[in-house]
Every structure is written in structure tokens, then in C-alpha cells.
């Protein structure tokens, strides 16, 4: 409502400037030169000329000094504009590295929980491929800690399991166990 109120009051200020300008400019400029004695009619009508030339040159000023303000507020809106532009893309850009990065984290922890079941397999070649995708996520991780370089993790979704390099109980050397996972 203010905003439509604030276009009219401008409006109607324009149009009685102009039309007080075309007053002035019409009837007010001759009513200056009556009271002159000793010039003639040509000279009187020249001074008429010559002051209604320089009232129009002055309303052509006027113009001019608008136009800059109006470009002036332009630019701002368009400088201030960019730097929204700027400022979302930026937001944009570092929230899709955000969703990359889980979604690479959680493909990786779906291929590791995927070749961890397969080494429960009862199938030689299953628990192979599921120990060859461990060896593989291995290499591709460089991120840690991740699913395959969380070493504590077994700790917490199994009380009481070994920690890494913790002799396991009845078991002769790493290289047995890693054979009887195979089924050697």
C-alpha cells in the first residue's frame, strides 16, 4: 500500500512541476519585461527569447542531474544484485561439495558393509571377493577416518572384541586367521 501511495505523490510532484514550469516559462517570463521603458518591442522579445532559453536549458539540466541519479540507483541495485548472485553461488557450490562428501562416505560405507558380509559367507569365493573389496576400499580411502580406517569401531558395535595387534586367544599367528577366513 505505502509503495503504490509513494508512486502517486511522485507523480502527481512531476506533473505540478511541469506544469508550473510550463507556467512560468509561458506566462510569468513575459510579465518581466512589461514595466521596461526606453527598450523597443524586438528588444523585449528578445529578452523574452533569450530567458525562456535559459529556463529550458536549466529544465534540461535538471534532466540530466535525474538521469545520473536514476542511473546511480541502477548501478547500486545491479552491484548489490551481483554481490547476492555471488554470495548464493558460493553457498551453492559449497553445499553440493557437502553432499558429494556424504554421498561418497556413504557408497563407501555400503561397499564395506556389503564385503563384510560377504566374508560371513560359507563360500570360498565369496569371502575372497569380500576381502579383495576390503583390500580395495583400503586403497581408495585416503580420506580416514572412514569405515575402513575406523579401527575402533569394532569395539563399539561388539563389546569385548580385540583391538588391532591384541593377540587373539587360541590363535596361532595373524596368518592363521586370515587363512581360515579364506578356508585354507
Not at 71 to 89: K, M
Not at 93 to 122: C, M, N, P, W
Not at 156 to 169: N, T, W
Request: proline share 4%; aromatic share 10%.
Amino acid at each position: 500500500m505505502w509503495r503504490w501511495t509513494k508512486r502517486l505523490v511522485v507523480l502527481v510532484g512531476v506533473v505540478t512541476f511541469f506544469a508550473g514550469f510550463g507556467w512560468l516559462w509561458w506566462h510569468w517570463v513575459p510579465i518581466l519585461y512589461e514595466g521596461y521603458n526606453g527598450i523597443t518591442q524586438a528588444e523585449r522579445l528578445n529578452a523574452i527569447t533569450n530567458t525562456r532559453t535559459a529556463l529550458l536549458a536549466g529544465l534540461a539540466a535538471l534532466g540530466a542531474l535525474g538521469t545520473f541519479w536514476i542511473n546511480g540507483r541502477g548501478q547500486r541495485f545491479t552491484a548489490e544484485s551481483l554481490r547476492l548472485t555471488e554470495e548464493n553461488l558460493r553457498l551453492t557450490k559449497s553445499s553440493q561439495e557437502v553432499t558429494f562428501r556424504l554421498a561418497e562416505r556413504g557408497h563407501s560405507t555400503d561397499r564395506y558393509s556389503k564385503a563384510i558380509e560377504q566374508l560371513g559367507s560359507d563360500k570360498l569365493d565369496v569371502r575372497l571377493g569380500g576381502i579383495y573389496a576390503l583390500e580395495q576400499l583400503a586403497r581408495e580411502s585416503t580420506s580416514g577416518p572412514g569405515p575402513v580406517h575406523d579401527r575402533g569401531g569394532s569395539e563399539r558395535i561388539r563389546p569385548g572384541a580385540q583391538r588391532p595387534g591384541v593377540p587373539i586367544p587360541g590363535a596361532r599367528s595373524r596368518r592363521r586367521g586370515s587363512r581360515h577366513v579364506c578356508g585354507s
